[in-house]
């Protein structure tokens, strides 16, 4: 819906101001829940051209908004009263800082006579979300409204995406203001360098000519700098192996040949080795998470590094870069493209030895798993059989733990924003919110949440939301009746020692029940010859939200695995197993 600017000059109250200055931001929907302190917002919402969702839990307005961001790349809004409601949202704002989601958060605040007074629901929300937000606003002037509310999206849209909290006392809104929209941004010491320099284009360009052994380290940041065009051409420049951390997934389609798979603690063989051996990382919007790196002092000893992020917090703060290239990834490679092909004219390091060792490696130890001997159903089976029927256009997202593993290895994701997840904060009932946010964001897409049995019961309550709003996500509960992966620790290292990870959840709740008294369509499967039907009826209902109850094998496991605080060196392809890397000429 088109919107007509109010025109600046326009008396009204600090509440009406901020509803107009949200749609003069473009905000076409927000997720949230009214309450005291920022009810006074919530009588103009209801004239308002955005589109408000009632949420059931301020958590899932926060993880909503996140997924929206991930999917349209615009940011998520999201919105809650003080004291509690705000709290509520601390865990959707450290889980975007994590991930470099754009989200603007807006809360209410105690009159602003009454702040410091512990004042009934009152928290300080600033001062508790400092370390998490990009930047946090506390708005008791209700003449500053339009300008915080517009600087807001802007630090939160430009550089590395982020959350920003805007805290308003309710005196601010209550109060009589003049609008003014600014229509133009200065904010002292926040200008991202967008551009990067020059020279060290040049020089990345010569190291990586040089290289025998580069390998394309490719993080989430390519997927928010909208670069995956760009990243498929430098690659097939070079014709060096692409491996794609698990905020990354679709920046480099899975089916190509140069693309190893995801690095990491469950990375592949290929993908984890790729670095582990590379004598050249080119490091693209990516962090060196420990969660890719393992013991970091053991991680790619042999490579230079070059690194190039928006960030330049990033830079050297786990790896030292040989060659530091500071701006926006897309206009990086844009740049290093042409740079590079004068330097291939003039010297090109022959890869072929070390591609045709990356593509032995990744036929000799591709992702697989076992049947339960006991006839149960496979998860990996149930995940592996959601992709191939649902396809490449698909949005999956995914909570925390094995499942969501598992949806990063047996999906193939062949498009950007097509994968969402808890990556960086690793939050568990993320997947429902999430997957409401992006189905909101594009209507027109099949979105399925992978959800744990642990993780479901977290969030679901979202799914009463999803049902009277026509937001018809479809769910996979991967059910093994446990913490899955904290169970998966306890076999490993803690002798089958099960403590508080059974959940009983193929007894209680009744998962199918539970989703239609929430309005929603339940199944259930647990026979392998039911699963493609199941998915295919999941499949064919796009007025209601659907749940499905896969009741998995309660015992299987995420391979490979890197254990916490190892070596990248000793990843395991079993238990206890390893590659034979003496038998590898990498």
């Known amino acids: 819906m088109a919107h007509v600017p109010t025109a600046n000059g326009t008396t009204m109250n600090g509440a009406t101001s901020l509803v107009k200055s949200l749609e003069a931001a473009g905000v076409d929907v927000m997720f949230g829940l009214p309450g005291g302190a920022i009810l006074p917002a919530y009588d103009p919402i209801f004239d308002s051209t955005i589109r408000h969702i009632l949420v059931r839990h301020e958590q899932g307005a926060g993880h909503a908004a996140t997924g929206y961001a991930q999917v349209t790349g615009r940011a998520g809004v999201c919105i809650a009263t003080s004291?509690?409601?705000a709290t509520n949202l601390v865990t959707p704002l450290a889980d975007a800082a994590m991930d470099s989601v754009p989200m603007v958060a807006i809360t209410g605040q105690v009159p602003s006579v009454a702040i410091g007074t512990d004042a009934f629901q009152e928290a300080d929300?600033?001062?508790?979300?400092?370390?998490?937000?990009k930047h946090n606003f506390l708005v008791t002037n209700p003449n500053d409204i339009p300008r915080v509310v517009a600087e807001a999206f802007h630090i939160a849209t430009t550089g590395r995406p982020g959350p920003v909290l805007v805290d308003i006392a309710k005196d601010a809104l209550q109060k009589e203001t003049t609008y003014n929209w600014p229509t133009s941004i200065e904010l002292r010491g926040y200008k991202p360098?967008?551009?990067?320099?020059?020279?060290a284009i040049n020089d990345a360009a010569a190291l990586i000519a040089s290289s025998h052994k580069p390998v394309f380290y490719v993080g989430g940041g390519v997927i928010k700098a909208n670069a995956s065009r760009e990243l498929l051409e430098l690659a097939e420049l070079l014709g060096a192996p692409v491996v794609t951390t698990l905020m990354a997934r679709g920046a480099f389609p899975d089916s190509h040949p140069l693309h190893m798979g995801m690095p990491g603690m469950h990375g592949t063989v290929a993908a984890v080795t790729a670095l582990q051996k590379a004598d050249l990382l080119i490091t693209l919007g990516a962090r060196f998470d420990d969660r890719v790196t393992g013991k970091l002092s053991t991680f790619a000893v042999n490579a230079k590094v070059i690194h190039a992020d928006i960030d330049p917090a990033?830079?050297?703060?786990?790896?030292?870069?040989?060659?530091?290239v500071i701006g926006d990834v897309r206009e990086t490679m844009k740049a290093l493209i042409p740079a590079l092909k004068a330097a291939l004219a003039k010297n090109a390091a022959d890869l072929t030895p070390w591609l045709q060792a990356m593509n032995k490696l990744r036929a000799t130890y591709p992702l697989g798993y076992d049947?339960?001997?006991?006839?149960?159903?496979?998860?990996?089976?149930?995940?592996?059989?959601?992709?191939?029927?649902?396809?490449?256009?698909?949005?999956?997202?995914?909570?925390?733990?094995?499942?969501?593993m598992w949806a990063a290895q047996f999906v193939q994701y062949e498009k950007p924003r097509t994968w969402l997840n808890s990556g960086g904060a690793g939050t568990m009932g993320y997947a429902v919110p999430a997957a409401m946010g992006a189905k909101v964001g594009a209507p027109d897409t099949t979105v399925w949440a992978v959800d744990g049995d642990g993780c479901f019961q977290m969030t679901n309550q979202e799914l009463v939301t999803c049902a009277l709003n026509n937001i018809p996500v479809k769910i996979a509960i991967i059910n093994n009746e446990s913490l899955g992966m904290v169970r998966q620790?306890?076999?490993?290292?803690y002798e089958g020692r099960y403590s508080n990870t059974s959940l009983e959840s193929k007894r209680v709740p009744n998962f199918p029940m539970l989703a239609e008294s929430m309005g929603c369509v339940g199944l259930a499967c647990e026979r392998a010859e039911d699963v493609d039907a199941t998915i295919e009826k999941a499949m064919s209902i796009n007025n209601q939200p659907?749940?499905?109850?896969?009741?998995?094998?309660?015992d299987a496991m995420v391979w490979p695995m890197v254990a916490a605080g190892t070596s990248n060196d000793d990843i395991m392809i079993?238990?206890?197993?390893?590659?034979?890397?003496?038998?590898?000429?990498l």
């Open 193 to 199: 360098q967008v551009v990067p320099n020059q020279g």
């Open 314 to 324: 990033e830079i050297g703060k786990n790896r030292y870069a040989d060659v530091p």
């Open 574 to 585: 079993a238990r206890a197993t390893a590659p034979d890397w003496d038998s590898q000429e």
């Open 83 to 85: 004291g509690p409601g």
């Open 371 to 404: 049947i339960p001997a006991d006839g149960s159903l496979s998860p990996q089976f149930v995940i592996e059989r959601l992709s191939k029927i649902c396809g490449p256009d698909t949005i999956f997202a995914a909570g925390v733990g094995q499942h969501q």
């Open 546 to 554: 659907v749940v499905v109850d896969f009741r998995v094998h309660r």
């Open 489 to 493: 620790w306890q076999t490993l290292f």
């Open 125 to 133: 929300i600033r001062g508790i979300t400092m370390p998490f937000t």
